[in-house]
């Protein structure tokens, strides 16, 4: 089985909670990643030991941090190392790994080879951090990214004084349709390379501009292409055909809709703001899913003050995303319950709005998380980077409180426990950061800090 060791890491989010710390950071830190997942997270001075004991009994993935402090008593030591000055090469028999420790951040020339990279014992692909900042992969959990055309004169328009409005959404809604299914995937592959390497190895992505049966099929059947996190969102706006017949389109989605998609999709999902749908349409919308299988979430709050919290929290959905205008009733209700607050500040920013209050949410006790909303009206942009900055920046949350939101958030979003953390047993879905802490994703906003990309243990950037 392929293994990799990335070590001299200067600064680990872990996201398993330590003293207090819900991102578990260490420092000088290792992980050690055998095929898809990790199997060893510990110290740098560690890794060693711990590889030469691995080379001479191959064991089973342990448990988080369970053999972090056990003794190397039991290790078969092999002096020979790795000679440095011939990186990649094939181990010869016999060799094993010699692994540098380094602990200062070493600052590189774009373009160069961003670590060094050598072959330890039994293949150990052995990767020097030097000194980098190490993050979970980001956690996208809100995209819309199966859709035709482009709406950059519509953003034009509203960045000299046009306000947005949700009836935008049946612009891109006839160019999807437009679309053919290759025209579409292409696009959709290019997104999921603009995602990987802004360092996002998670994402979920919705239907919702395709509007009838056939369509939205359509979409559902090319984002599961994709991820495995497909949410059927019929109910993202009534389309210009049913202007007059809105109880139809309901109709229409709960119905022939739903079955169509249910197939392919994991969630379920309704746009609950004035102008799409009423609280009594989210209500059945989001039941008749359930009735199929899916799983709930809710777009809610955007645009002003709604129901959508507290049918979301009462329907039990996984996350209810916006959240941008809040009564302290949506909040005690979201602290009280399981459900995240999904905060999306590439619309604030897009749409010149104003930002939701994450401080009031975390302080409140609520799970936020962060996530991109990349659609083509109201927030083209998939970089989750870009949302921590503006999270700090604008929503008062610690860069610890963005990163968590933005990696183990969007994983307590989508209900998973398999990514979002950097633990033993987890995915190997990790980031190298070009940078000696993860502070630098607020810090220096803009610039492109993603330096290498694991996504299930094979390395995408
Ligand atoms: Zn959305």
Redesign the pocket.
């Known amino acids: 089985m392929t293994a990799t060791l990335i070590t001299n890491i200067g600064e680990l989010t872990t996201n398993v909670e330590r003293g207090g710390d819900p991102t578990g950071v260490l420092r000088d830190a290792a992980v050690l990643i055998e095929g898809s997942r990790i199997v060893w997270v510990g110290a740098s001075a560690d890794a060693e030991t711990h590889l030469l004991r691995r080379d001479a009994a191959p064991q089973t993935p342990s448990r988080e941090g369970s053999d972090v402090s056990r003794s190397g008593s039991d290790v078969h030591r092999v002096d020979a190392g790795v000679n440095p000055s011939t990186p990649g090469g094939n181990p010869t028999p016999g060799e094993t790994a010699s692994v540098h420790r380094d602990s200062g951040y070493r600052p590189h020339s774009r373009g160069t080879d961003a670590v060094s990279r050598e072959k330890g014992g039994a293949g150990t692909d052995v990767i020097d951090a030097g000194g980098r900042a190490v993050v979970p992969g980001f956690v996208d959990s ?3 990214l199966v859709f035709g055309g482009d709406r950059a004169d519509e953003f034009e328009a509203r960045m000299t004084g046009t306000p947005y409005a949700a009836g935008g959404i049946r612009r891109t809604v006839a160019a999807t349709r437009a679309a053919s299914d290759e025209e579409l995937r292409a696009r959709l592959a290019g997104f999921v390379a603009e995602l990987h390497g802004q360092g996002t190895t998670t994402f979920e992505v ?1 239907t ?1 501009y395709g509007l009838s049966v056939h369509d939205e099929a359509r979409l559902a059947r090319l984002a599961a292409e994709v991820t495995p996190e497909v949410t059927f ?1 019929g109910a993202h706006v009534v389309p210009a055909e049913y202007s007059e017949r809105r109880d139809e389109y309901v109709d229409l989605v709960v119905g022939d809709m739903l079955r169509a998609c249910a197939p392919h999709s994991r969630w379920v999902d309704v ?1 609950c703001e004035r102008g799409a749908f009423t609280a009594d349409e989210s209500r059945r919308i989001l039941a008749a899913g359930v009735a199929h299988g899916l799983l709930p979430r809710v ?1 809610g709050n955007q645009l002003g003050p709604g129901d959508g919290v507290r049918l979301a929290v009462a329907a039990g959905a996984a996350s209810v ?2 959240c941008t205008y809040l009564d302290d009733d949506d909040v005690a209700a979201l602290a009280g319950s399981d459900t995240v607050a999904t905060l ?1 500040p590439g ?1 604030e920013f897009s749409t010149r709005q104003p930002y939701p209050d994450a401080r009031r949410l975390i302080d409140a006790g609520v799970t936020v998380a962060l996530a991109s ?1 990349c ?1 083509p009206g ?2 083209f942009t998939s970089s989750m980077p870009l949302m921590i900055a503006l999270a700090v920046r604008e929503m008062g949350m610690t860069p610890s409180e963005a990163v968590w939101a933005a990696t183990a958030g969007g994983a307590r979003a989508l209900r998973r426990d398999d990514v979002g953390v950097i633990a033993p047993g987890r995915r190997a879905d990790l980031v190298l950061l070009d940078a000696p802490t993860r502070v630098h994703l607020a810090y220096r906003p803009g610039v492109p800090l993603i330096d290498r990309v694991f996504k299930d243990g094979v390395a995408l950037v």
């Open positions: 809100h995209t819309h919705k919702g969102l746009f777009h995303d916006h999306l619309v909303d659609n109201s927030s």
